[in-house]
């Protein structure tokens, strides 16, 4: 396994476009993470997933945002109506459940708003 | 709310003597703390994690330590080597369940040769 893997890893769009990414992660790693990633600041934890299940998204920055994980492999992060503000790093994560585990990371999507 | 925070946003070190990053957190129900090394144009990769049952984990040239009262954890890299500049989060969570960590703002560590 390379490890996480994201796609894009870079988009530009305008401003009231709904955009998309995806996250493969670890193959065995039954959770997976998504963050967002502004300027000068540390990775901020959005929402995630053990297997198929959406176990937090409180975290969520609006309800522009959504994410799906619908077999518990992939997921995916919408993005809907972007605004100029939305323009950051996204990244994913994935780790095994069950205890203390780390995360491993993906490269990131990084998302420019227009 | 910043509950993990990383002063220093920059430390400057020779290369082969030591570099000391720290970290501090406010919340006292955090028990699991880790570091990451993130270089430009690529996601945080994991470099060495300690529990809150711990003071010291130690790996290689890199040794945290934790210090639960004063809530204060640090990162020692011996000896120093160029290739270990690169940007370092410190993160934390809480309860046996890491699925919300919180990560500092980051400190770029520089090693000059």
């Known amino acids: 396994d390379t490890g996480v893997s994201q796609d894009p890893r870079h988009k530009i769009t305008k401003r009231g476009q709904n955009v998309t990414f995806r996250c493969d992660p670890i193959s065995e790693h039954n959770r997976l993470y998504w963050y967002r990633q502004t300027l000068g600041q540390g990775p901020e934890f959005l929402t995630y997933?053990?297997?198929?299940?959406?176990?937090?998204k409180s975290r969520l920055l609006s309800d522009r945002f959504s994410a799906e994980r619908p077999k518990g492999s992939f997921s995916t992060l919408e993005i809907q109506r972007t605004e100029q503000g939305d323009s950051a790093m996204y990244l994913c994560?994935?780790?095994?459940?069950?205890?203390?585990?780390?995360?491993?990371f993906g490269p990131g999507t990084r998302l420019t708003v227009t | 709310d910043q509950q993990v925070k990383q002063n220093s946003p920059s430390l400057s070190v020779q290369e082969g003597r030591i570099s000391i990053l720290n970290c501090d957190y406010t919340?006292?129900?955090?028990?699991?703390f880790l570091w990451y090394k993130k270089y430009p144009a690529e996601g945080p990769t994991f470099l060495i994690s300690i529990s809150s049952i711990k003071d010291k984990n130690e790996d290689g040239r890199f040794t945290v330590f934790l210090n639960k009262s004063a809530k204060h954890l640090s990162l020692h890299i011996v000896p120093s080597q160029p290739g270990d500049s690169a940007v370092y989060f410190c993160a934390a969570s809480a309860g046996n369940n890491n699925n919300d960590m919180r990560f500092g703002a980051g400190t770029r560590l520089t090693v000059k040769p």
């Open positions: 997933f053990q297997n198929e299940a959406q176990l937090e």
């Open positions: 919340n006292s129900m955090f028990d699991y």
């Open positions: 994560a994935s780790s095994l459940t069950g205890g203390f585990y780390e995360q491993y």
